[in-house]
């Protein structure tokens, strides 16, 4: 038996991960990957909060939420991954220090 | 969840605006090889006709929509009207831009006009996972958007940088989201304030502001909105500085109003919204000194108008003051968006009217509007009278804006807030006289080439000016307007 407060601890540490991965790592690809991370451990903490509540019964309202943001992350990630591409196209390159042309 | 037709009625103008979306694809599919100019008119009517929809909702009282997940109250419907304002000047400010660029297209109007619907939906959320919906539905379209004229390096560098940003503040928002669930049970914002909650809740509340400070841009969230500002294309970055922040306003105050609007949560989040404020209003106008690119600068400003409006948030909190003091207060906010929406919009139209087609290593720089009031007066002066709006001077809207928050921030309470706020503006009149000064006092350097004028960009300018000014000689009935519009339902 798992305990459900486990379910909380490993959200808290993906979502741990993907904060650190947005803000160290140069690369758009892994960063962009990060936010994922982030967006997955929020949907992990929905569903533990929804099949073990700290007060009333098991609500379905978190399960359904994580079926939407599964959804919303995939139109996110198809647009986010046409503006990577429109970057690679006109630069060459992924990495986020290279984008430095709007720097005053 | 019982559905009724009246339910789908009241969302009318969002309704009007995914049609506007989805026909204005259409055209782009079946009418391609025609010219393109019926597009812009077809958004504009569309849009025109969502703004006529909230106005002829304003007559019936609030009412839950869809068993909880939305509400259609005063306050969604006034917020929803400045949002279409919003964007049908972003409509005609794209087509006198982009027509003569050979660069409009149907996706332009379409992507606008789905964001719109995004950000009327998300004024009238009421549930959180109807939040993140709508605010997810308000920035894919916008990431898009700023990637829309793929000239040089600057617009897919600046969707770049807006979209991990903009991402990075959903999953901000939805863990916030998270934990605010898991403390309370529940996601309706009614529903979170009557569970109220511990610890658990506290740290969801702090992630939510976090998340929504991005999108509004405040100060020390706020890194991305110069670079974005400049590298899109101008009327996107209008559509950006009015739509984006009003909605994000709107669903920022009813979260805090609704959800944490119990005084003991009220003592916590205050203090947060106050020093947001404070640290946006002068960190926002010290940024916008420096710039000699009036876009940055324009940027900047969008900054520091986000610190008034936090004050205005701030004043809303009910723990500190009644019922009657927070009504002043949500008007004020409502008011000072209506007059920050026709402003700013109008700022920016003034500056797609000088940007020369063409690549340009400098198309903002204040020289291009260095003796701009012997070649174009018109448009001079509306200039001017927009930059006086901005500055906060009399007679225009943008003063009486102020005036409104800082007395609805005195009335709260927060009187050294509101003297901070004067201070501010004060700083503030520096650059934004600076361009008046420029235009009337400059003569345009020799050699070199005057824009061609443009006659929907010369419309949005005389037309937000002749705004600008007439609310700001007659305030009464947008005030009036925004004084009944408070009904914040479920606070």
Same mark, same amino acid.
């Given at each position: 038996m798992i305990l459900p407060s486990a379910y909380l601890v490993v959200g808290a540490l993906l979502f741990g991960l993907g904060l650190c991965g947005v803000l160290v790592r140069r690369n758009a690809l892994t960063a962009f990957m990060s936010v994922e991370l982030m967006l997955n451990a929020a949907n992990l903490t929905f569903l533990a909060f929804a099949r073990h509540p700290l007060r009333g019964a098991p609500s379905l309202d978190g399960s359904a939420i994580a079926f939407f943001v599964i959804a919303v992350a995939a139109a996110e990630a198809s647009v986010g991954l046409a503006v990577v591409i429109a970057v690679f196209r006109s630069r060459g390159t992924v990495e986020i220090d290279a984008l430095r042309s709007l720097r005053h | 969840m019982p559905v009724s037709l009246a339910d789908i009625l009241a969302l009318l103008p969002e309704i009007l605006l995914s049609l506007g979306a989805l026909l204005l694809m259409m055209t782009e599919v079946f009418l391609a090889g025609a010219r393109r100019g019926y597009q812009a008119l077809l958004a504009a009517l569309f849009t025109a006709a969502a703004f006529a929809a909230f106005l002829a909702q304003r007559g019936g009282g609030p009412r839950v929509l869809f068993g909880g997940f939305a509400v259609s109250d005063g306050f969604a419907l006034f917020a929803g009207a400045t949002i279409c304002a919003g964007l049908l000047v972003t409509v005609v400010l794209g087509a006198g831009f982009l027509a003569p660029r050979s660069a409009e297209r149907g996706e332009f109007y379409a992507l606008a006009l789905l964001a719109a619907a995004g950000m009327c939906l998300l004024v009238r959320a009421?549930?959180?996972?109807?939040?993140?919906?709508?605010?997810?539905?308000?920035?894919?379209?916008?990431?898009?958007?700023?990637?829309?004229?793929?000239?040089?390096?600057?617009?897919?560098?600046? /969707?770049?940088? %807006?979209?991990?940003?903009?991402?990075?503040?959903?999953?901000?928002?939805?863990?916030?989201?998270?934990?605010?669930?898991?403390?309370?049970?529940?996601?309706?914002?009614?529903?979170?304030?009557? /569970?109220?909650?511990?610890?658990?809740?506290?740290?969801?509340?702090?992630?939510?502001?976090?998340?929504?400070?991005?999108?509004?841009?405040?100060?020390?969230?706020?890194?991305?909105?110069?670079?974005? %500002?400049?590298?899109?294309?101008?009327?996107?970055?209008?559509?950006?500085?009015?739509?984006?922040?009003?909605?994000?306003?709107?669903?920022?105050?009813?979260?805090?109003?609704?959800?944490?609007?119990?005084?003991?949560?009220?003592?916590?989040?205050?203090?947060?919204?106050?020093?947001?404020?404070?640290?946006?209003?002068?960190?926002? @106008?010290?940024?916008?000194?420096?710039?000699? @690119?009036?876009?940055?600068?324009?940027?900047?400003?969008?900054?520091?108008?986000?610190?008034?409006?936090?004050?205005?948030?701030?004043?809303?909190?009910?723990?500190?003051?009644?019922?009657?003091?927070?009504?002043?207060?949500?008007?004020?906010?409502?008011?000072?968006?209506?007059?920050?929406?026709?402003?700013?919009?109008?700022?920016?139209?003034?500056?797609?009217?000088?940007?020369?087609?063409?690549?340009?290593?400098?198309?903002?720089?204040?020289?291009?509007?260095?003796?701009?009031?012997?070649?174009?007066?018109?448009?001079?002066?509306?200039?001017?009278?927009?930059?006086?709006?901005?500055?906060?001077?009399?007679?225009?809207?943008?003063?009486?804006?102020?005036?409104?928050?800082?007395?609805?921030?005195?009335?709260?309470?927060?009187?050294?807030?509101?003297?901070?706020?004067?201070?501010?503006?004060?700083?503030?009149?520096? %650059?934004?006289?600076?361009?008046?000064?420029?235009?009337?006092?400059?003569?345009?350097?020799?050699?070199?080439?005057?824009?061609?004028?443009?006659?929907?960009?010369?419309?949005?300018?005389? /037309?937000t000016a002749t705004l600008v000014l007439l609310f700001g000689l007659a305030p009464a009935g947008l005030a009036n307007a925004a004084l009944s519009s408070t009904g914040l339902l479920g606070g």
């Open positions: - | 009421e549930d959180l996972l109807f939040v993140f919906i709508a605010l997810e539905l308000m920035s894919v379209p916008t990431y898009a958007l700023v990637a829309y004229l793929r000239t040089g390096d600057r617009p897919s560098e600046a /969707a770049f940088k %807006y979209f991990l940003l903009g991402a990075f503040s959903s999953a901000l928002f939805l863990y916030g989201a998270a934990l605010v669930f898991g403390a309370t049970g529940r996601t309706s914002l009614s529903g979170i304030a009557a /569970a109220g909650g511990g610890k658990l809740l506290l740290a969801g509340l702090a992630l939510v502001i976090a998340g929504l400070s991005f999108k509004i841009a405040a100060v020390p969230f706020h890194m991305w909105a110069p670079d974005v %500002y400049e590298g899109a294309s101008t009327p996107v970055t209008a559509f950006m500085a009015v739509g984006v922040k009003a909605a994000s306003f709107a669903v920022l105050t009813r979260i805090l109003v609704t959800a944490f609007g119990a005084p003991a949560l009220a003592a916590v989040w205050q203090p947060l919204v106050v020093a947001l404020a404070l640290l946006t209003m002068v960190f926002g @106008n010290l940024l916008a000194l420096t710039q000699r @690119n009036v876009k940055r600068m324009l940027a900047y400003s969008s900054v520091a108008h986000a610190g008034y409006l936090l004050v205005a948030v701030a004043a809303a909190s009910r723990g500190f003051s009644g019922p009657s003091a927070r009504g002043e207060a949500v008007s004020s906010l409502l008011f000072y968006l209506a007059a920050y929406t026709l402003t700013t919009a109008g700022a920016f139209g003034a500056l797609a009217a000088l940007e020369r087609m063409g690549p340009d290593p400098q198309p903002w720089d204040l020289d291009r509007f260095a003796g701009l009031a012997k070649r174009r007066p018109w448009a001079a002066a509306a200039t001017a009278m927009l930059m006086l709006s901005l500055a906060g001077i009399p007679p225009t809207v943008g003063f009486i804006g102020k005036l409104l928050v800082f007395k609805a921030a005195v009335d709260a309470g927060l009187v050294p807030l509101a003297i901070a706020g004067v201070l501010a503006s004060v700083v503030g009149l520096y %650059y934004y006289l600076r361009v008046v000064v420029v235009m009337y006092m400059q003569p345009a350097p020799l050699g070199s080439v005057p824009t061609p004028a443009s006659w929907p960009l010369d419309l949005v300018l005389v /037309a």
